[in-house]
C-alpha cells in the first residue's frame, strides 16, 4: 500500500514570496490533516479534511494560508505572503475516518526556509 | 479539550539498558493514545496505540506502553535500548470528537550511548 506523497521535500523562499504545497493521502482515506511542526516541537494542527469539507480550520492563519482538497482526493496547503515564522516542516497525514482510535499516517513532510 | 505532558524534553540511555519516556494526558473522555517516533530528516512512524482494549499495549521494535487512568498516564518503555532508538518520540491524545482531535505533546528526544 502506497503511503502520503508530499511534494517538494524541500523549499527555500524569501519573506513575502508564496508558496504551495502538494499532498496525496492513501487510497481510500476520507480525512485528510495538514500539521506545521516548527524545529523542537510537536507538530500543530492547521486544517483537517472530511472528504472535501473542512471540519477543523481553527488553528489556520486564514489571513495569509490557504488549503483546498477540491475532489476529496489530493490536497494543497499554500502561503500567501510568507513570514520568517513560517520556516516549519509541513507534515500532511490521512486516516481512514475521523474516529478516534483509527491512525493516522504521515507523510514525509515538506521543509520550508523562509529567509 | 485534550492536552499531553512530556515531562522530558530529553532521555539518554545507554545502549542496553531500559528506556522510559514519560506521558501524561488530560482528556474530558475516554482517549485513545499513541505513541509515535520520529527519526531525523524521516516522517512520523506509529510505535503503539491504546484504544479502550488492554491496558498494556506492545509495539513494534520491542517497544510497549501502560495506561493508568488513575494516573493520567501513558509511559512508554522498552528493556534494552539500541542505538537505532535514537530518535524524537510523540505521544498523541484523541478523543471521539471533532476538532483538534488529535494532539501531540511537545516531543522526547531519546539518546542511546554506545
Known amino acids: 500500500e502506497a503511503g502520503v506523497a508530499q511534494s517538494p521535500r524541500y523549499k527555500i523562499i524569501e519573506k513575502r514570496q508564496s508558496v504551495a504545497f502538494w499532498c496525496n493521502p492513501i487510497?481510500?482515506?476520507?480525512?485528510l490533516y495538514w500539521y506545521q511542526q516548527i524545529l523542537g516541537q510537536g507538530p500543530k494542527l492547521l486544517i483537517q479534511?472530511?472528504?472535501?469539507?473542512?471540519?477543523?480550520d481553527s488553528q489556520l492563519p486564514k489571513d495569509r494560508f490557504s488549503a483546498e482538497r477540491l475532489k476529496g482526493v489530493d490536497s494543497t496547503l499554500k502561503i500567501q505572503p510568507a513570514k520568517l515564522e513560517d520556516s516549519a516542516v509541513y507534515l500532511c497525514a490521512s486516516r481512514d475516518s475521523g474516529r478516534a482510535s483509527d491512525t493516522q499516517y504521515f507523510g514525509p513532510g515538506t521543509r520550508l526556509t523562509v529567509l | 479539550a485534550q492536552s499531553v505532558t512530556q515531562l522530558d524534553s530529553h532521555v539518554s540511555v545507554s545502549e542496553g539498558t531500559p528506556v522510559l519516556l514519560r506521558c501524561n494526558y488530560s482528556?474530558?473522555?475516554?482517549?485513545?493514545l499513541f505513541w509515535y517516533v520520529q527519526h531525523p530528516n524521516k516522517g512520523l512512524q506509529l510505535l503503539l496505540k491504546?484504544?479502550?482494549?488492554?491496558?498494556l499495549v506492545k509495539g513494534i521494535n520491542g517497544f510497549e506502553a501502560e495506561f493508568k487512568k488513575s494516573e493520567t498516564s501513558f509511559h512508554l518503555t522498552k528493556p534494552s535500548a539500541h542505538m537505532s532508538d535514537a530518535a524524537e518520540y510523540f505521544c498523541v491524545v484523541s478523543e471521539p470528537n471533532y476538532g483538534q482531535n488529535f494532539v501531540f505533546g511537545p516531543g522526547t528526544r531519546l539518546s542511546v550511548l554506545p
Open positions: 491504546y484504544t479502550s482494549a488492554a491496558t
Open positions: 487510497s481510500g482515506h476520507a480525512t
Open positions: 479534511f472530511q472528504n472535501n469539507g473542512v471540519v477543523d
Open positions: 482528556s474530558s473522555y475516554s482517549p485513545s
